[in-house]
C-alpha cells in the first residue's frame, strides 16, 4: 500500500463547477497535511495546510480532514481553467519528511 | 516571504560531467533543505535531507557519492550531480523547511537537467 494514494484524472469539470480532489495515507501518526499545486513544467506551490479534523477554507478552496478514515481531500469552488494542473497531496510523517502522492490531474473545461 | 531560489533554471550537459545546482533561501535561514527528484509523469521523489553544518541524509537507493550535497551557510545548499548520465536526466527542486510551521515546505522554481 502507497504512504499517500491519490486517484491520478484526469478530473475533468466545467468552468465554474465545484472540483473535488481526494486523498487518503496510510500513517496514523500523520498530523500534517499539505495540498500543492503544481503546473505543467513547474516546481509545486503551497495552496493550503490542514491540521485538524474538519473543515479549513482559504478562498475558493476548502481542505477537509478526518484522520479517523484517514483522508484528506480539497473542494474548490468556482473552477477556473487557471486550476487546470496538477494537485498533490503530502503528508508530514513521523520521520520529518513529506512523503508526495502521485497527484490528481485536473482539468477545466471553459 | 519564503522565498526558495533555484540556479540554473535548465542546464544541459555532455554525459560524463558534473553539473551544480544552488538552492537558497532568500527571506529567511534554512537550517534544513530538501532535494527531490521528478520524473515526467512522476511525483516528487525525496533524494535527501540536507542539514547545515552536517552531513546530509539520503534516502535509500540514492547514492551519495554521486549526488553530493553540500550546506555550507544557512541560506545555500548545492547539489551536485558527478559524472552524469542520460538516465540522470530530471527535474531537480530542492525546498525549505519553513521558520514557524516547520513542517511546511516552500519549493524552489526547480532546475530541469538534461544530460546528452
Known amino acids: 500500500q502507497k504512504e499517500v494514494e491519490q486517484n491520478s484524472g484526469p478530473l475533468s469539470v466545467p468552468e465554474g463547477a465545484i472540483a473535488s480532489l481526494n486523498c487518503t495515507y496510510s500513517d496514523r501518526v500523520s498530523q500534517s497535511f499539505f495540498w500543492y499545486r503544481q503546473y505543467s513544467g513547474k516546481s509545486p506551490e503551497l495552496i493550503m495546510s490542514?491540521?485538524?479534523?474538519g473543515d479549513k477554507e482559504d478562498g475558493r478552496f476548502t481542505a477537509q480532514l478526518n484522520k479517523a478514515s484517514q483522508y484528506v481531500s480539497l473542494l474548490i469552488r468556482d473552477s477556473q481553467p487557471s486550476d487546470s494542473a496538477t494537485y498533490l497531496c503530502a503528508v508530514h510523517t513521523g520521520f520529518q519528511k513529506l512523503v508526495f502522492g502521485t497527484g490528481t490531474r485536473l482539468l477545466v473545461s471553459p | 516571504g519564503a522565498v526558495v531560489s533555484q540556479h540554473p533554471s535548465r542546464v544541459i550537459c555532455k554525459s560524463g560531467t558534473s553539473v551544480k545546482i544552488e538552492c537558497r533561501s532568500l527571506?529567511?535561514?534554512?537550517?534544513?533543505m530538501f532535494w527531490y527528484r521528478q520524473f515526467p509523469k512522476q511525483s516528487l521523489m525525496l533524494m535527501a535531507t540536507?542539514?547545515?553544518?552536517?552531513?546530509?541524509?539520503?534516502e535509500q537507493g540514492v547514492e551519495k557519492d554521486k549526488f553530493l550535497i553540500n550546506h555550507a551557510s544557512l541560506t545555500l545548499s548545492t547539489l551536485t550531480v558527478t559524472s552524469a548520465h542520460p538516465e540522470d536526466s530530471s527535474f531537480y527542486i530542492c525546498?525549505?523547511?519553513?521558520?514557524?510551521?516547520?513542517?511546511?515546505?516552500?519549493f524552489g522554481p526547480g532546475t530541469r537537467l538534461t544530460v546528452l
Open positions: 525546498s525549505a523547511r519553513g521558520i514557524i510551521h516547520t513542517d511546511t515546505q516552500y
Open positions: 527571506d529567511f535561514q534554512a537550517t534544513t
Open positions: 490542514i491540521y485538524s479534523n
Open positions: 540536507s542539514n547545515e553544518g552536517s552531513k546530509a541524509t539520503y
